[in-house]
């Protein structure tokens, strides 16, 4: 795809090839150019993942099918560079829109492949325990907590073919209603109250256990 945006073919003399090499870190890798080839060498998937991506941007930068004759190496500085998705929904108010619990795509594939080149290896998505995470304190669980997850998954699956991981964005233990079913059945999870909410203690035996398996369910 990227060959044929920039008008070139992909059957002609000059070979590009990637091979397993020895590389000082993860992520890093090196690329050989001679008169005939490009050698692309990598010791995992992410470096081999950098070294494609920095020669479709030299071609870029060079406005043709031009590199520069001998021997570059690269790794990262910062091993984890994680951003917030531009096109996802912000779950607080005045909007409070959830990206898990509708079907748009939030992620396309362009804008995936523009964090990558752009060096992103990482996204976070906000959501809370109590939409996803079963645990044994209480019964009832979010009615639509199987589609959240099957998003996710989706989302976790898309953004991994990027080499872009997923971390939850999660600013647990949150606050609670009145009514919240958790809360009923242990009411020592109930600290003071903000905004008509009741906060989550977390210094009793139940709240230790809620955490534990609403994070080991997740």
Known sequence: AFF??????????????TESAQTPKYEAFRMIVSETECRIQANDTEGMRRGIFYLEDELLRADGPFLKVGEIQRSPFIHTRVSRC???????????????????????????????HDGVNGLWLTFEFKDLCKTSLVQ??????????????????????????????????VAMAPGNPLLKAHPELGGGTAG???????????????????MFDL
């Open 140 to 173: 009832q669980c979010s009615p639509d907590r199987g589609q959240r997850l099957e998003k996710l998954r989706k989302t976790v699956a898309k953004c991994r073919r990027y080499g872009i991981q997923v971390f939850p964005f999660c600013i647990e233990p």
């Open 4 to 17: 044929t945006a920039l008008g070139l073919p992909d059957n002609g003399p000059f070979k590009i090839i």
């Open 196 to 214: 008509g909410q009741r906060l989550f203690c977390p210094f009793s035996e139940a709240a230790q256990t809620y955490l534990r398996e609403a």
């Open 86 to 116: 531009f096109f996802g929904p912000i779950k607080r108010p005045p909007m409070n829109r959830d990206e898990l619990a509708d079907d748009v795509d939030y992620y396309p594939e362009n804008y995936l492949n523009r964090l990558a």
